[in-house]
T-cell receptor
Framework: DVKVTQSSRYLVKRTGEKVFLECVQD?????MFWYRQDPGLGLRLIYF???????EKGDIPEGYSVSREKKERFSLILESASTNQTSMYLC?????????????FGPGTRLTVT | AQRVTQPEKLLSVFKGAPVELKCNYS??????LFWYVQYSRQRLQLLLR??SRESIKGFTADLNKGETSFHLKKPFAQEEDSAMYYC?????????FGAGTILRVKS
């Protein structure tokens, strides 16, 4: 059974802080993703990675960066947190070999920036 | 540009009534479409994919290329169907999601 874990379920940070969100998957998936989930806006892709040290911008990358030093771990970094980054953050993973390209999601991190 | 539209933010039905969650897409290629579901306090998970032509938990979805739609249907709603539903379109090695529809099934 695929397991995608995220380092925190809830996080409260102050404006201007540097924030790290971590995601780990245990199924040797090549592709990993970070999304924001906001009411009325659905899931929006921030960044994704298709291999170690490889990354590609998604639809809303501004204010974020990512790191993928190991295949199983994908980190999202908020360089200087702002209140408009208060959101639910979801990590997902998949592999091109999966039938239908199913993405497996983590439980989410609810980040509040005050 | 690829886009997924779910026109209803909230759909409220009575138990036993038919359900149809609407999804329209915009994509120039041959589409691959999915429905994902998130139950309360659970993680987002795949419900069904159009290429499988499957029925999961009584739900079906048919791809209509002429109308660029992929509506999710169930003939008789159950209370446990209450959840957030997202339609998603695959392009390249990414998915683009709609805004989601909350389904509430009332007893």
């Amino acid at each position: 059974d695929v397991k995608v874990t995220q380092s925190s379920r809830y996080l409260v940070k102050r404006t201007g802080e540097k924030v790290f969100l971590e995601c780990v998957q245990d199924m040797d998936h090549e592709n990993m993703f970070w999304y924001r989930q906001d009411p009325g806006l659905g899931l929006r892709l921030i960044y994704f990675s298709y291999d170690v040290k490889m990354k590609e911008k998604g639809d809303i990358p501004e204010g974020y960066s990512v790191s993928r030093e190991k295949k199983e771990r994908f980190s999202l970094i908020l360089e200087s947190a702002s209140t408009n980054q208060t959101s639910m953050y979801l990590c997902a993973s998949t592999t091109p070999g999966l039938a239908g390209y199913e993405q497996y999601f983590g439980p989410g991190t609810r980040l509040t920036v005050t | 540009a690829q886009r997924v539209t779910q026109p209803e933010k909230l759909l409220s039905v009575f138990k036993g009534a038919p359900v149809e969650l609407k999804c329209n897409y915009s994509y120039s290629g041959s589409p691959e479409l999915f429905w994902y579901v998130q139950y309360s306090r659970q993680r987002l998970q795949l419900l069904l994919r159009h290429i499988s032509r499957e029925s999961i938990k009584g739900f079906t979805a048919d791809l209509n290329k002429g109308e660029t739609s992929f509506h999710l249907k169930k003939p008789f709603a159950q209370e446990e169907d209450s959840a957030m539903y997202y339609c998603a379109l695959k392009y390249g090695n990414k998915l683009v999601f709609g805004a989601g529809t909350i389904l509430r099934v009332k007893s």
